[in-house]
């Protein structure tokens, strides 16, 4: 297991730390209450990269720095020079997609930690997890309509995964703040804790996950991808494989050893 380190990273507005199993991705513009700007937006690839690389790392949570705040939304302030134009806002898009989509295809569990605002890319941000769990001061919403902006279909067909096509155009016709309560009615969030045991819970929910055999939740994972997709684009065979993977492995083995010696199980991910 490699000790506890923060690994460096060409912008100071996100932060990257291992702590035993747990991989932090930490947004860190609280002057803007954590919106992402550019930079933050190319550093989420080669912050996950770095996680997937380090076996010691079993989990990666994203947070926002300090209390107002998960993600806001993107940095509006940039707009004027990177979506005023067309051939600008190809850019940017480019920098947002191949964001959400290496969060997307990320081989290890990923987990939202929500407190504050967790607005429009925020939101995006957070459906991209596998779980999202909020304390109850979250605030949820997606303000395209106020800016006259066009939503993507890759972002709406992951709100609409989760919430179910009215709830998705509720939250896009009204642009309203959500609470933590609505979101989890919703199936927007998995649990609303209170703020004070928030980070608490997270860490031993991690710990749980961290115990459990890596290549059967990335099976797990990716099987989940597949079969969201329309029924004609989905790889059952690929899901099988992974099946199969997993009964070929040496955690498989004990996994059946420690539950016969009636001890906890030891996982590798092989």
């Not at 380090?54 to 302030?77: K, Q």
Request: aromatic share 8%; hydrophobic share 40%; net charge neutral.
């Amino acid at each position: 297991m490699s000790a506890d380190r923060t690994i460096k990273l060409k912008t100071e507005r996100m932060i990257a730390r291992i702590e035993g199993p747990i991989g932090w991705m930490i947004f860190n513009n609280p002057a803007r209450r954590n919106a992402c700007s550019t930079d933050m937006w190319a550093a989420m690839p080669e912050i996950i990269d770095a996680f997937e690389k380090d076996p010691a790392v079993r989990v990666v949570v994203l947070r926002g720095i300090g209390e107002t705040a998960f993600v806001s939304g993107a940095d509006i302030s940039e707009f004027e020079q990177t979506r005023s134009s067309a051939e600008s806002n190809v850019y940017y898009e480019g920098l947002t997609e191949k964001a959400g989509k290496r969060l997307a295809e990320c081989r290890k569990p990923t987990i939202a930690m929500i407190h504050g605002f967790c607005i429009g890319g925020g939101v995006g941000i957070a459906v991209g997890c596998d779980l999202r769990i909020s304390a109850d001061d979250g605030k949820f919403g997606v303000p395209a309509v106020r800016l006259g902006l066009g939503y993507g279909p890759a972002g709406v067909k992951k709100l609409m995964d989760l919430v179910g096509p009215s709830y998705t155009k509720e939250i896009f016709f009204t642009a309203r703040h959500f609470t933590a309560a609505e979101a989890n009615v919703m199936g927007l969030v998995n649990r609303v804790l209170p703020k004070t045991e928030l980070e608490e819970y997270v860490r031993g929910y991690c710990a749980t996950i961290a115990d459990n055999a890596p290549m059967t939740i990335n099976a797990l994972k990716r099987t989940v991808a597949e079969l969201v997709k329309a029924s004609p684009a989905a790889d059952i065979d690929y899901c099988n494989r992974l099946v199969t993977e997993c009964f070929d492995s040496q955690d498989f083995i004990e996994g059946r050893r420690a539950f016969m010696e009636k001890r906890r199980p030891v996982f590798r991910g092989v």
